[in-house]
């Protein structure tokens, strides 16, 4: 006779618990946006976090520019709080942090922009921006694969560089009324299971900045497209300096 095992309840209990996390995390049903305010995993918020949890409005300001600039199923980070999946990778809080006099500390994710292919950071997407640019860099930089479009007009703002980092396959190109300039994760933004590419946008037609210039020439990505979010309104009042970290 076969001997027969059955797992106590409590255990049935976690499994199917353990289930619905990865079917949340995975966005197995629905649009995953949808289920905000929860967008990554818990973590550690440091006491001088400006925005200490992930707003509904912050994700209406995200899913409006991952369609602008991702194809289906792009994930966009630009309001402090990155996907999901990728919590494991970044378990430290990545957006704003008020410092002791009052300044803001600008966090990566904030006056920036990553582009997913999947809340896991492992998906692929085509990368798309805005029409309307009247001149652009002629090729990807050896470092960073960025390339720059300025834009008369672009979204809220007028004299506007965009800059696009870790671009693969590079071309532009018109495909169903939009521009593609490539897919994400080229130079300096695909590692082992994970892909993203960086953007920013500057004031003025300024080409790519040097580092020591983009901190005053940054434009908020979550107030150049739609109503800015929380976060980008808190920082019109208040100075800010970047935390200097990298792409």
Do not use: W
Not at 28 to 35: I, Q, W
Request: net charge positive; aromatic share 10%.
């Amino acid at each position: 006779m076969r001997a027969t095992y059955k797992l106590p309840k409590a255990t049935y209990r976690s499994l199917a618990l353990v289930c619905l996390l990865m079917a949340h995390l995975s966005g197995a049903s629905g649009d995953p946006y949808e289920r905000t305010p929860v967008f990554g995993l818990p973590k550690k918020m440091p006491r001088n976090a400006l925005i200490s949890a992930y707003t509904h409005e912050m994700a209406v300001a995200d899913q409006l520019l991952a369609k602008i600039f991702g194809g289906p199923g792009a994930v966009a980070a630009a309001n402090s709080f990155e996907p999901a999946g990728l919590s494991n990778q970044y378990p430290l809080y990545r957006g704003d942090i008020l410092g002791d006099h009052g300044n803001i500390l600008t966090g990566h994710l904030s006056h920036a922009m990553h582009l997913y292919g999947s809340f896991d950071g492992r998906g692929e997407t085509s990368l798309y921006i805005p029409a309307g640019f009247t001149s652009h860099s002629s090729s990807p930089t050896p470092t960073d694969a960025a390339v720059t479009f300025f834009y008369p007009r672009l979204g809220n703002f007028s004299d506007v560089t965009l800059a696009v980092f870790h671009i693969a396959n590079f071309g532009i190109s018109q495909e169903s009324g939009r521009i593609k300039i490539g897919t994400v994760g080229g130079r300096g933004g695909s590692y082992a299971f994970y892909k993203h590419s960086h953007i920013e946008f500057y004031r003025g037609n300024t080409g790519l900045p040097s580092a020591s210039a983009r901190q005053r020439l940054r434009i908020d990505p979550a107030a150049v497209f739609g109503t800015a979010p929380t976060t980008a309104r808190l920082r019109k009042v208040i100075p800010d300096q970047r935390t200097g970290e990298s792409n």
